[in-house]
C-alpha cells in the first residue's frame, strides 16, 4: 500500500516511533510479567497502545500484513485480560501503592476504539470477547462516558452481538448525538448510517454508509487533535492513511454475510475479510 496523504516528515518520524516501539515492547512485557499483579492495569493498558502502533505502523511503512492482524489481536487480548481480572478481583486484594492496577477509567464505553481495532485484525473471537464484557457499568459509565460514548459503545456492543433488539434501542440515541452541536461529533453519522444499515441487512445503504464513514473519517483526519473531543482525533497520524476502525466495520459486514465493496486506499482490500456463510460464524 502507498502512502499517499502524508508528509515525508511524518513518515520519517513514524519509521522512528515504529523501531522505538518494537524495542520498548520487549522491557514493557517484562516488567508487566514481573509485576503482574501489582499494576496489572497500567502496563497492560501501556502495551495495549504499543501494539496497536506497531500494528498501524508495520503495515503503513513495511506492508506488514502478518503484523497488522497480530498486533492487534495482542492488543484485543490485554483489554480481554484487563476485563478478566476487574471481573475476578476480590474486596481483600491488597491495595496498589503509587499505580492503581484497576483504574476504574479502563472500563468505560470508550473501549468501543478496542473492540473496533478486534474487528480490524478479523479476529471476530476476541471482538466478540471484548463486547460481551463492555457496558453494565453504570457507576462506572455515569461518572465517566457521555451520551456520545454511551451510544457509540453499546451500539457497537450490541451489533457484533447481533443483538438487534438491543441496538434498536441504542441507535436513535446515537443518530441524536451526532447530530447534536453540542456534541461537535457530527464527523460519527457515518457509524450510525453503517449500523443502522446493518441493522436492516441492507447491502446498498450499507455501501452508501461508508461512502459518508469515510469522507467523515477524512475530515476528522484534518481537524487538530486539540480541537475534537475524546482526545481520539486523528490529525498527523497514521489514520491519514489506513482507516483501521473502517477495516474493523467492512469486515463485521463481511462477517454477517454483506459483500461490501469499497473502492478507497484507506480501507485496503488485502485487510478485509471474505464473506462469511452463515454456517461457519461464532455463535
Known amino acids: 500500500m502507498a502512502i499517499t496523504n502524508t508528509k515525508e516528515r511524518l513518515i520519517k518520524r513514524w519509521s522512528e516511533i515504529l523501531e522505538e516501539t518494537k524495542e520498548d515492547i520487549p522491557r514493557l512485557a517484562e516488567k508487566y510479567g514481573v509485576e503482574h499483579f501489582r499494576s496489572v492495569g497500567y502496563y497492560a493498558n501501556g502495551l495495549k497502545d504499543q501494539y496497536a502502533r506497531v500494528a498501524r505502523l508495520d503495515y503503513l511503512l513495511n506492508n506488514d500484513i502478518a503484523s497488522f492482524k497480530k498486533n492487534l489481536e495482542l492488543e484485543a487480548e490485554c483489554q480481554i485480560e484487563l476485563f478478566e481480572i476487574f471481573e475476578n478481583r476480590k474486596p481483600t486484594d491488597p491495595p496498589n501503592p503509587g499505580l492503581d492496577p484497576m483504574a476504574p477509567s479502563f472500563f468505560t464505553m470508550l473501549n468501543f476504539c478496542e473492540l473496533l481495532d478486534a474487528l480490524a485484525s478479523s479476529n471476530m473471537e476476541n471482538a466478540m470477547c471484548i463486547a460481551s464484557y463492555m457496558g453494565g457499568r453504570s457507576e462506572i459509565e455515569d461518572k465517566y462516558d457521555d451520551e456520545f460514548t454511551l451510544s457509540m459503545g453499546y451500539s457497537l456492543k450490541y451489533v457484533v452481538e447481533n443483538n438487534d433488539i438491543q441496538l434498536q434501542l441504542w441507535l436513535p440515541r446515537l443518530k441524536a448525538v451526532c447530530e447534536d452541536p ?102
Open 182 to 283: 453540542k456534541y461537535d461529533v457530527g464527523e460519527f453519522i457515518g457509524y450510525y448510517l453503517l449500523l443502522a444499515a446493518l441493522l436492516e441487512h441492507n447491502l446498498e445503504k450499507v455501501n452508501l454508509a461508508f461512502t459518508a464513514l469515510i469522507d467523515n473519517h477524512k475530515k476528522r483526519c484534518k481537524k487538530p487533535k486539540k480541537d475534537y473531543p475524546f482526545g481520539v482525533g486523528f490529525y498527523d497520524s497514521p489514520e491519514a492513511d489506513l482507516f483501521v476502525w473502517g477495516i474493523g466495520l467492512a469486515n463485521l459486514c463481511r462477517y454477517y454475510g454483506l459483500e461490501v465493496t469499497i473502492n478507497d486506499p484507506l480501507i485496503p482490500a488485502e485487510l478485509i475479510i471474505p464473506v462469511v456463510e452463515s454456517n461457519e460464524r461464532i455463535t
